[in-house]
């Protein structure tokens, strides 16, 4: 193949290896016949012969090239041996170099994570590991940008490069489409990126490059976007970094990765427990400790009644003993006021308390439920007559007399308390009750309400992914309430589930500002106030975040206010007026 000059089916043919590597990986026939050199040559063909990558079709021929190594070495050490013993590796740096374009970088450092993932050729790549460091960090802090740049912020779509538009839709599609995938692409090339440098992590290479402030920063923030939610996105490098001391110290030297974990540990993200593992990490290291313990305590103090989370047991205990690890002994080293309070109060909940109410009566257990039960009457009656302060009052001293084996009633008042704080403006305090109110709730993060709620605090202070996580987790319970308190089929359920409009709006308010590429809308200064060419379409993405998550099969419709404000047909007072009504219906469902 790599010898043909003119054949016009060059790609054609190409194109159907291409589907066989995807479709059977494991097969050894075209890898015993030479596939690997021929890919190879294919690759160094198109970058060093321009007039040649210019004829018939050719220009897509090292993308495919690259594709199908990266398929037949994918899960097959046997084949990455090969492949590398073919010379795949050079052609592969070169594209990874950006000889060509992103499209080839994203399959190049695909098919060369692959090559570093095995113990066996893992030394054949780190010949050139300290390049390939640069190179993909470089691209994993950049490669959003550049994906933007140089097609999804196109205003003229003739400037587009057409064999670009060819790959990501394969000729079927049109501009929603191309954007659509072009945002999933730059999410897997960000996310590949990060997957090449833990590899280097792991073995604790190249260390010095990888912790640099300025990039661990950017790997804080890095998190894939609604359009890859299989990958950890930058907090499952941190994670490997925090099993090197070096990689601790690093860390901990940065107060935004810290923030960033902490946001991520009190949230309904799929990776929270990541976050967790961080803090406990940087907290059981005598020599990043006390660096991390003022904001980490207070984030964690609210997770410390989790049962299970991420397939594990126990992981409130765990929290606990690790913040409690030296408070008795050591107490005069930890001179922050603030920490030595959250410390007492952990102290005095898990182990002072605990051990009161271990050996309580049945009928002492009852009374306190009854006082408990009359003391959030008057929490609910206070809050009605809008004495907001003194129904928060009423909830506090309500959760200091419930014992802690009620856990339900427990998640109602750390949940009612929360929305008295939203009310007053106290967004700390309400992301921090909600927290322990979903923490108590079983499964971990079920409680609609507090959902709800901590997706209104976080918007508060900006936190806009956090605040979109739960207002989908939001969504979610909504319908898994109404399935459930439904005696309608299944088939019939679907079709009438809707999206409460207040959640459709903190949906496509928070899309907005989540949206893979709006730092990159920022850096090349274009007008905000414009349409941009990616749609915003709020019900696909909530559809198809909501069907890989697994929650729903399907989902229909949403409901039509949006359309009939747009129409005219709804004034926006009236609106206002049927949303402070949900709002009431749904504090009422809670209390």
Known sequence: MHLIDEDQELVLVLSGLWTMAMSQPNDKELPSLGIFECMASLINKGINQKSWLQKNQNIYIPYYASHIIGSYTMNNVEFAIKALDCGVLVPLLDLLRGKMTWVEQRVAIRAIGHLASYEKTFKSVAIYEEEIVKLAMNLASTCLEVVYKEFVGVKDLTMRLKYHCDLLTRGVGGLEMENSKAEEWASQLQCWSLHLLNCFAIKERCLNLICEQIFLKELSEMWGGLANDSSPGGVGLIRVLCYNKDGRRCIAESKDVIKNLCNLARSSDDWQYMGIDCLLLLLADSGTRYKVLKVASMCLVDLIELRTLGGRSNVGNTITRTLLADFKQRKVKIKNIGVQQVLEEIWGLKVDRKKREQNMSDEKLEEKRVMV?????????????????????????????????????????????????????????????????????????????????????????????????????????????????????????????????????????????????????????????????????????????????????????????????????????????KDRERQKNVFTQSV
Not at 394 to 412: D, G, H, N, Q, T
Not at 420 to 448: F, M, Q, V, Y
Not at 469 to 495: Q, R
Request: charged share 25%.
């Open 373 to 577: 039960s009359l003391m959030k009457q008057e929490g609910n009656n206070s809050f009605w007559l809008g004495k907001i302060e003194e129904a928060m009052m009423k909830y506090s001293e309500a959760l200091e007399l419930c014992p802690l084996r009620f856990r339900k009633e427990r998640i109602v008042l750390y949940s009612n308390r929360a929305q008295c704080k939203l009310l007053l403006g106290e967004a700390n305090d309400a992301i921090s009750d909600t927290t322990k109110a979903l923490s108590l709730s079983s499964p971990t993060n079920s409680h609609s309400k507090s959902l709800w709620r901590r997706s209104q605090a976080y918007d508060m202070k900006g936190l806009a992914k956090e605040s979109l996580v739960d207002c989908i987790m939001f969504v979610n319970c909504c319908f898994k309430m109404d399935y459930s308190s439904s005696s309608s089929s299944s088939s019939t359920m679907k079709k009438n589930m809707r999206i409460p409009y207040y959640a459709v709006r903190m949906i496509n308010k928070q899309m907005e500002s989540t949206w893979l590429f709006k730092n990159a809308q920022l850096k090349t200064f274009v007008d905000l106030s414009e349409k941009t060419n990616q749609p915003h379409d709020v019900m696909r993405a909530t559809r198809i975040l909501l069907q890989k998550k697994g929650f729903i099969e399907g989902l229909s419709s949403i409901s039509e206010e949006p359309q009939l404000i747009e129409k005219g047909e709804i004034s926006r007072k009236n609106l206002v007026i």
